[in-house]
């Protein structure tokens, strides 16, 4: 799998209060992966606009106008996956090992272009592990558009 950096970008300049346009990128892969039903994509492209991810498109479909970055052949899941999340927030796991607090730390990422994340607990007592074991059995998945308020 090809891993692009991502983490928070740079703020947009500001010229009299609006800010100034970003260049499209073109993520072109042999495959792109997709939370989606589609699954696997052959040949496409992930399009990023200034700091969001605009759109999954075929490679013959990517604007004239954007930056192409050709990965070569391999396989492209768009989004970061952080695989160790402490916190974020303002919270730590290991301080309150609850779904509220999941949730509170997946907020905070998702602004940096996190798309998963697995939150982990530092290594702590007995009672502190089996909390958060229980917390996390006992939360329930929230679809993205549902936290949005979508």
Known sequence: MARV?????DEPTTTGGASAPRATLAFVAAR???????GLLTDHAVLVDGDRISAVVPRDEVPAHATVHDLGRVDLAPGCVDVQVNGGGGVLLNEEPSPDTIRTIVAAHRRFGTTSLLPTLITDTNETMWEARRGVGNGKPTPRNQERGG
């Open 5 to 9: 950096p991502c983490g928070p970008r």
């Open 32 to 38: 792109v992966r997709t939370h989606r039903s589609e």
